[in-house]
């Protein structure tokens, strides 16, 4: 994953197992026991929590858009997330498929739809939306 800058332990997806450039991009995570989150969330009853799908959706969708030269080595930033739903939890010993299909993307400025699926089960979906920085700079790519 070294097209992202993200690391352990935020990197939040395993694997690449399609990707179309700037277009859309399937990933998964493997969600272990191991997790540290599982410690404080929830003792006795472990879900993985919704804001980190959210994050894993928006971490596979940098692979799509970073893997574009013109974008190499900028910095995926949120903008904003709309139509957040959570259909049911993900557990430890889920394997979350992430499908992150890019819908809009103009002067730094991008959206895209994100599904995550455990088996044929959508878990959850949400737009995301982002902004491209340079690394030293808090302003958009232009």
Same mark, same amino acid.
């Given at each position: 994953?070294?097209i992202?800058?993200?690391?352990?332990?935020f990197?939040?997806?395993?694997?690449? %197992?399609? #990707? *179309?450039?700037g277009?859309?991009?399937?990933a @998964?995570?493997?969600? /272990?026991?191991? =997790?540290?989150?599982?410690?404080?969330?929830?003792?006795?009853?472990?879900?993985?929590?919704?804001v %980190?799908? #959210? *994050?894993?959706?928006?971490?596979?969708g940098? @692979?799509?858009?970073? /893997?574009?030269? =013109?974008?190499?080595?900028?910095?995926?930033?949120?903008?904003?997330?709309?139509?957040?739903?959570?259909r049911?939890?993900v557990?430890?010993?889920?394997?979350?498929?992430?499908?992150?299909?890019?819908?809009?993307?103009?002067?730094?400025?991008g959206v895209?739809?994100?599904?995550?699926?455990?088996?044929d089960?959508?878990k959850a979906?949400?737009?995301?939306?982002?902004?491209?920085?340079?690394?030293?700079?808090?302003?958009?790519?232009?």
């Amino acid at each position: 994953m070294e097209i992202i800058p993200h690391r352990h332990p935020f990197l939040l997806i395993d694997r690449v %197992l399609e #990707l *179309e450039p700037g277009r859309r991009v399937v990933a @998964v995570k493997n969600v /272990s026991m191991n =997790e540290p989150v599982f410690q404080g969330h929830y003792p006795g009853n472990p879900i993985f929590p919704g804001v %980190l799908i #959210l *994050e894993a959706m928006a971490q596979a969708g940098a @692979v799509a858009v970073l /893997s574009q030269p =013109e974008f190499a080595g900028k910095v995926p930033l949120f903008a904003g997330i709309d139509d957040a739903r959570f259909r049911r939890p993900v557990l430890p010993g889920d394997q979350l498929r992430l499908e992150v299909e890019m819908v809009a993307m103009r002067r730094g400025l991008g959206v895209g739809k994100g599904m995550a699926y455990v088996g044929d089960e959508l878990k959850a979906e949400a737009t995301l939306k982002f902004a491209l920085v340079d690394a030293a700079t808090p302003e958009p790519a232009r």
